[in-house]
């Protein structure tokens, strides 16, 4: 699955913003997907994920703030961010990822993801 994802832009603190991401060509529904963030230096760090059935898990920091979305016929998934932190500022991705082996509970995980689009920067100013 080739995804491309858009949406990223500057915000003030406690504003919001849309992120968008969709298969750049018809494919098979992936079994999950998600949304990724990574400052630079530091390690990809998961934000939430959603599943073909609808079912979805966030990280604590964005829990409350933080909303995805997916459309399986069109093969999207958005992040909508409210509330919106300075600390919030980094690059996201989006990423889909195919069943396996372990429960949804570990799909925390980048390693579980096999695509990938192109990272959209977010900005919080203070």
């Known amino acids: 699955v080739q995804l491309q994802a858009s949406g990223g832009g500057t915000v003030q603190t406690g504003g919001s913003l849309r992120l968008s991401c969709g298969a750049s060509v018809r494919t098979s529904i992936p079994y999950v997907m998600g949304w990724f963030r990574q400052a630079p230096g530091k390690e990809r760090e998961f934000v939430g994920t959603?599943?073909?059935?609808?079912?979805?898990k966030y990280t604590d920091s964005v829990k409350g703030r933080f909303t995805i979305s997916r459309d399986n016929a069109q093969i999207t998934v958005s992040l909508q961010m409210n509330s919106l932190k300075p600390e919030d500022t980094t690059v996201y991705y989006c990423?889909?990822?195919?069943?396996?082996?372990?429960?949804?509970?570990?799909?925390?995980?980048?390693?579980?993801?096999?695509?990938w689009g192109q990272g959209t920067l977010v900005t919080v100013s203070s």
């Open positions: 990423a889909a990822g195919k069943r396996s082996q372990y429960t949804f509970s570990a799909y925390h995980r980048p390693s579980l993801y096999d695509s």
């Open positions: 959603v599943t073909s059935g609808g079912t979805s």
